[in-house]
């Protein structure tokens, strides 16, 4: 019921190619669908969010694609570039109890100039 | 704002030793989370603290992990005595619960055990 599963585990995606990386979740009470990023020697940052009364969020070149049914969400990244490689977190959580968030195991993308 | 410090940056002990990490907070953020990260396990939330009263320290391992808070601006992880499976990377984030649930990460410490 707790858990995320995030795939894949690593990702090689060629520069301008897009880069998608899905995650699936157990828990229908969960509300909350955030993508981290984090670079080498870095701490986690948020990159995007997403609630389940919208089906996808665009942020310039990145999307989030949701469905409900399924109980999974997805990150695109549009027109990939070398400074986006980096490690992306997807989690699920309560809205009202962020410290419940549910991680999953990250996706290392690389970016090929 | 300078974000979330945490220091060291760097920490490496030999087995047995005790280790503390430090972890200063955003100003006015209201909750803080201790995180380990491993290849092998990702990222665990350790402890919560909501207004420096710890709510959920299920995560923490073992009896060696203790977390403190003593103020709003400044929080301890400490382990004692420490293991090489302790050697890991260990975040600080904090966040204003009520406003959004964005947490904000430090750059982490690098514990190596040895």
């Not at chain 1, 986006?84 to 690389?110: E, H, P, V």
Request: charge should be positive; aromatic fraction near 12%; proline fraction near 6%.
């Amino acid at each position: 019921q707790q858990q995320v599963k995030q795939s894949p585990q690593s990702l090689i995606v060629q520069k301008g190619g897009i880069s998608i990386i899905n995650c699936a979740y157990e828990n229908t009470a969960f509300d909350y669908f955030p993508w981290y990023q984090q670079f080498p020697g870095k701490g986690p940052a948020l990159l995007i969010a997403i609630r389940p009364d919208v089906s996808e969020k665009k942020e310039g070149r990145f999307t989030i694609s949701f469905n409900k049914s399924a109980k999974q969400f997805s990150l695109h990244i549009m027109d990939s570039q070398p400074g986006d490689s980096a490690t992306y977190f997807c989690a699920a959580g309560l809205m009202d109890s962020n410290y419940q968030l549910i991680w999953g195991a990250g996706t290392k993308l690389i970016i090929k100039p | 704002d300078a974000g979330v410090i945490q220091s060291p940056r760097h920490e490496v002990t030999e087995m047995g030793q005790e280790v503390t990490l430090r972890c200063k907070p955003i100003s006015g953020h209201n909750s803080l989370f201790w995180y380990r990260q491993t290849m092998m396990r990702g990222l665990e939330l350790l402890i919560y603290f909501n207004n420096n009263v710890p709510i959920d320290d299920s995560g923490m391992p073992e009896d060696r992990f203790s977390a403190k808070m003593p103020n709003a601006s400044f929080s301890t992880l400490k382990i004692q005595p420490s293991e090489p499976r302790d050697s890991a990377v260990y975040f600080c984030a904090s966040t204003f619960r009520g406003r959004g649930t964005e947490a904000f990460f430090g750059q982490g410490t690098r514990l190596t055990v040895v």
